[in-house]
């Protein structure tokens, strides 16, 4: 059974109707494409690029990050690959960052922050990644985007970061897709703004879902709070989903949510383009896609969409889809 699930994982997400959703795979470390590989990813939907930061004595150089980045390209092929910049602080502290004791990391000088506040170290990434898509189908991803002033500072660094690059002679590429994380509640209340300025969303359920309902993602005593059907969650995804859409973007998922097999009707309903998940959860959500018939969907939606608790929600789509996926 097991042997035929993989085997069939190879084959594309695509529903009952025809509509194919890319599934990809999350990675933290290079060696981790191969995994997204083996189980039937389209492509990696978020590389968390701290990881190369962490586990070190002081900050990368630009050659390393570049030889990493070009590492997965190339195992990933013409497969779109999203690099993540840096999302170092909050709960991923780094020991030999000093100036940054904070008494509420979560909110304190997290990723765009922390690297619109130190450009050298944005610019060395900046350069690295735009130096590896020369190679590859690399997208451009920013984490905890909270209004459209860090949208503008990132997208001038990268200009900047090209601009260096030209003058020093480097083989580059600077189109490339440029994408910001959804995963703080201002971001999702402007994100018509937002949507004018970059080429695609991806929503961080993860985050976004700590600072929607107030519940530290890392405390065990509120873990049972961390709700992804909560109303004001399937709100904020839907709120996103329409304004990508009315201004012709697409919206991805790359959160823990994306992960659950049950949850990929209410997802493809609300509207998500595309997954993006730990490697081992694809096969199974591939399979619940291919299973869900999107006219089923609508109908489901508008009801869901009036329910008040998770559990009515819950409720729900196991009576709608439970016995499909
Ligand atoms: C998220 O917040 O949902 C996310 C995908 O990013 P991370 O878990 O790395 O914060
Ligand atoms: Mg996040």
Redesign the pocket.
Known sequence: QKALMVRKSHLPAQTEDGIRIPVMG?IELPEEVVSVLDHGGDGIG?Y?TEFQYLSRPDFPGEDVLFENYKDVIDVMGDRPVTIRTL?INGDKAVNYIRDTRELNPALGLRAIRYCLKKPEIFKTQLRAILRAAAYGNVRILI?MISGIAEVEQAMAMLDEAADSLIRQGFAYKRDVPVGI?I?VPSAVITADILAEKVDFFSI?????IQYTLAIDRNNRHVAHLHQPLHPAILWMIKRTCDAARAKGIQTYM???MAAEPLFAPILLGLGVDELSMNPQAIPMVKDAIRSINTENVAPFIEKAMTMTTCAAVQELLERSFGEAV
Do not use: A, K, S, V
């Open positions: 999350n978020l968390r999302d984490p994380m995963e961080g359920t993860n985050d976004l790359c959160g823990e």
